[in-house]
């Protein structure tokens, strides 16, 4: 169990809707990065944030967007979904300066 | 940029025997960690070793070492006494001044009884 907590596990939905993913990181850790993982393109950094301010920003499209809260967790918001939007999407978490990110579980969305 | 390349993308290794999985990266950056994380079939991201950049000795972990040759820009990982449940995906990636990973493409590992 690597500490962070992500929910759902699972996420099915059709194209044109909007899901919000969630991400509780390990306690203590004060950044936390969202990551894409599909077939073709592998795994793609989104979006970081860093005690609750945007630190740096991927290949995150504009129709999602993401924010971390006071209490640390984080949310991903994805709008307008396309059926290209069908990945694994991760949180990971690290301490500043740490020597490790730790990974979620996942959350595997499916647009159909 | 950084960038991680992983030359493997399926390696196979008899139960018991030791594997070594290859990982070269590219970066301008000279502070800077090397991370190998192992992803099995149901999905999660398990983080297995890290390697600091000014790190003189290799990094260990149980059976995992991680072959750091700096001149090389190389970061290989042994994993020794292969086990049925070693059979993965395993993933090279670096980081520098704590921002996001660069992941390699990955190389499937199959350990074969």
């Known amino acids: 169990d690597s500490g962070v907590t992500q929910t759902p596990k699972h996420l099915i939905t059709a194209t044109g809707q909007r899901v919000t993913l969630r991400c509780s990181p390990r306690s203590g850790d004060l950044s936390v990065y969202w990551y894409q993982q599909s077939l073709d393109q592998g795994l793609q950094f989104l979006i970081q944030y860093y005690n609750g301010e945007e630190r740096a920003k991927g290949n995150i499209l504009e129709r999602f967007s993401a924010q971390q809260f006071p209490d640390l967790h984080s949310e991903l918001n994805l709008s307008s979904l396309e059926l290209g939007d069908s990945a694994l999407y991760f949180c990971?978490?690290?301490?500043?300066?740490?020597?490790?990110?730790?990974f979620g579980q996942g959350t595997r969305l499916t647009v159909v | 940029a950084q960038k991680i390349t992983q030359t493997q993308p399926g390696m196979f290794v008899q139960e018991k025997e030791a594997v070594t999985l290859d990982c070269t990266y590219d970066?301008?950056?000279?502070?800077?960690?090397l991370f190998w994380y192992k992803q099995p079939s149901s999905g999660e991201m398990i983080f297995l070793i890290y390697?600091?950049?000014?790190?003189?000795q290799n990094a260990t972990e149980g059976r995992y070492s991680l072959n750091f040759q700096k001149a090389r820009k190389s970061a290989n990982l042994v994993i020794s006494a292969s086990q049925l449940g070693d059979s993965a995906m395993y993933f090279c990636a670096m980081t520098s001044f704590a921002r996001q990973l660069t992941f390699g493409s990955g190389t499937q590992l199959t350990v074969l009884p």
């Open positions: 970066t301008s950056d000279q502070s800077y960690g």
């Open positions: 990971a978490s690290s301490v500043e300066g740490g020597r490790g990110a730790f």
């Open positions: 390697q600091g950049s000014y790190d003189e």
